[in-house]
């Protein structure tokens, strides 16, 4: 069931072609619930994982122990690609947004049979750059704009086209805030006032268990476009 399942999210995105079918065979599914970490920075990985399911968020933990926020990851999408090259330990951390779905495939069956193999050298190059690019664009968000700005942006790519935004029973109190001010580089007062600013515009609708987008346009306008994706 399992190898059947695998085959089937292959051919839905067409990766069949990368990997011979001995790698196939050696492929698992990995399952995230919503908060779960797949990575923790700092740690070594075995795994090169493809995203199929759901949505990831990959942060930075800084010198001083805050975290930045980078990207998030859609289908299809490959964790673990840049160390499965340099061999370093992970220097970021990756947490489900969503429920999540992997196919994950040993570093080592790679090395083994892919690492010569053309296509999948190809795919892995136009991964790398697509992350390159993501992370940049991230980079210059979070130090050349507004936490006006900055929070757009992430209420935007945080919902992925749907209005409603769903936190579980009191995310969004002074945790959860605090949180997402540090992934956006700015203080927890600093973000509550923002919050308070897009309430009032009628941008967004703070309700007990989530944020409800109630102008998109308004907040496309104050992200400038830039999304971290």
Not at 103 to 120: K, S
Not at 205 to 216: A, F, K
Request: charged fraction near 20%.
């Amino acid at each position: 069931m399992v190898q059947q399942e695998i085959e089937q999210w292959l051919e839905q995105f067409e990766l069949q072609s990368l990997f011979h079918e001995q790698t196939c065979a050696q492929m698992i599914i990995h399952r995230l619930k919503s908060g779960e970490t797949l990575i923790q920075s700092g740690d070594q990985l075995n795994m090169l994982y493809v995203l199929v399911e759901g949505k990831l968020k990959i942060s930075m933990t800084l010198p001083n122990g805050r975290s930045l926020l980078l990207r998030f990851c859609y289908p299809v999408s490959m964790i673990g690609d840049v160390e499965l090259v340099n061999k370093e330990l992970a220097n970021c951390t990756v947490e489900a947004v969503s429920e999540a779905t992997l196919i994950a495939v040993p570093h080592r069956v790679l090395q083994e049979r892919e690492m010569n193999n053309p296509t999948f050298l190809v795919y892995l190059l136009d991964q790398v750059c697509h992350k390159l690019n993501t992370i940049s664009l991230s980079a210059s968000v979070n130090l050349l704009t507004s936490v006006e700005s900055r929070f757009a942006s992430y209420l935007l790519s945080i919902s992925q086209n749907q209005p409603y935004l769903h936190f579980k029973r009191g995310e969004l109190e002074t945790t959860k805030l605090t949180e997402i001010a540090e992934l956006l580089g700015t203080s927890y007062r600093h973000l509550n006032r923002v919050m308070k600013k897009f309430i009032e515009q009628g941008l967004i609708e703070r309700q007990y268990s989530g944020i409800v987008l109630r102008d998109l346009q308004g907040l496309e306008e104050l992200s400038n476009g830039n999304l971290y994706r």
